[in-house]
């Protein structure tokens, strides 16, 4: 399957409920894959592409929130949508806060059951672009020597190229030559955009200012 193809993964013991929701989404050109059980889908692999999961909250032996949990662990990102026929309010007001996309009470609107797979797979298209775009520049960052990495990092930290060649007893133009090389291949326009690259790279802990 290709990066760009979307898929949205159904997890009922409702077998009625599963085909009228892949029926639905198949009009419309989506991929869609029916699981009756938690154990189904795990046993399963997960598609390429942007996904989105439609869990019920009630199912034989693991629960739905069991499996969100179990992902959130697993730091498997999918964006969740719960269904019940059982819902109430502490149930729902779980599984938002563990960050489900929506949680929709049987029977529901196809258009809400839509809306909220649409918010889901632009989520996880969002987030996989991040996460590309984010090894893309440690793969970039990986290519620097071992000098310029330590630049990469002074400079992040906001040392000048003179307070660097003191430091690490180099010439200041020696400095910049690495600094230079460094930027050319980090793809970094500027100074600043270098450090927002080291910034996304981490590569300054974060040091709380003493009052």
Same mark, same amino acid.
Request: aromatic share 4%; hydrophobic share 40%; charged share 25%.
């Given at each position: 399957?290709?990066?760009? =193809? &979307?898929?949205?993964? +159904?997890?009922d013991?409702?077998?009625?409920?599963? =085909?009228?929701?892949?029926?639905?989404?198949? &009009?419309l050109?989506?991929?869609?894959?029916?699981? =009756?059980?938690?154990?189904?889908?795990?046993?399963?692999?997960?598609?390429?592409?942007?996904?989105?999961?439609?869990?019920?909250?009630?199912?034989?032996?693991?629960?739905?929130?069991?499996?969100?949990?179990e992902?959130?662990?697993?730091?498997?990102?999918?964006?969740?949508?719960?269904?019940? $026929?059982? $819902?109430?309010?502490?149930?729902?007001?779980?599984?938002?806060?563990?960050?489900?996309? *929506?949680?929709?009470?049987?029977?529901?609107?196809?258009?809400?059951?839509?809306?909220?797979?649409?918010?889901?797979? &632009?989520?996880?298209?969002?987030?996989?672009?991040?996460?590309?775009?984010? /090894?893309?520049?440690?793969?970039?960052? $990986?290519?620097?020597?071992? @000098? *310029?990495? *330590?630049?990469?990092?002074?400079?992040?930290? $906001?040392?000048?190229?003179?307070?660097?060649?003191?430091?690490?007893?180099? =010439?200041?133009?020696?400095?910049? +030559?690495? @600094? &230079? @090389? /460094?930027?050319?291949?980090?793809?970094?326009?500027?100074?600043?955009?270098?450090?927002?690259?080291?910034?996304?790279?981490?590569?300054?802990?974060?040091?709380?200012?003493?009052?």
């Open positions: 399957m290709s990066d760009s =193809a &979307s898929t949205v993964l +159904v997890i013991d409702d077998p009625d409920l599963r =085909a009228s929701v892949g029926r639905l989404l198949r &009009s050109g989506i991929n869609v894959q029916l699981f =009756a059980s938690i154990s189904d889908f795990l046993a399963s692999d997960l598609p390429d592409g942007p996904t989105c999961l439609v869990l019920d909250i009630r199912l034989p032996g693991q629960s739905g929130l069991d499996l969100q949990r992902l959130a662990a697993a730091k498997r990102e999918i964006p969740i949508i719960f269904v019940t $026929g059982h $819902g109430d309010i502490p149930m729902s007001v779980q599984a938002m806060k563990r960050g489900a996309i *929506e949680f929709l009470t049987k029977p529901f609107r196809d258009q809400d059951l839509l809306d909220a797979i649409q918010l889901g797979l &632009s989520r996880d298209s969002a987030r996989r672009e991040t996460d590309k775009d984010l /090894a893309a520049l440690r793969e970039r960052f $990986g290519s620097l020597s071992p @000098r *310029e990495r *330590e630049i990469v990092v002074q400079v992040a930290r $906001g040392r000048l190229s003179k307070q660097i060649a003191h430091d690490i007893g180099i =010439a200041e133009a020696t400095v910049k +030559v690495h @600094r &230079s @090389r /460094a930027m050319h291949k980090m793809q970094a326009g500027s100074l600043p955009e270098l450090g927002r690259m080291a910034d996304r790279l981490k590569l300054v802990p974060y040091a709380p200012q003493r009052s």
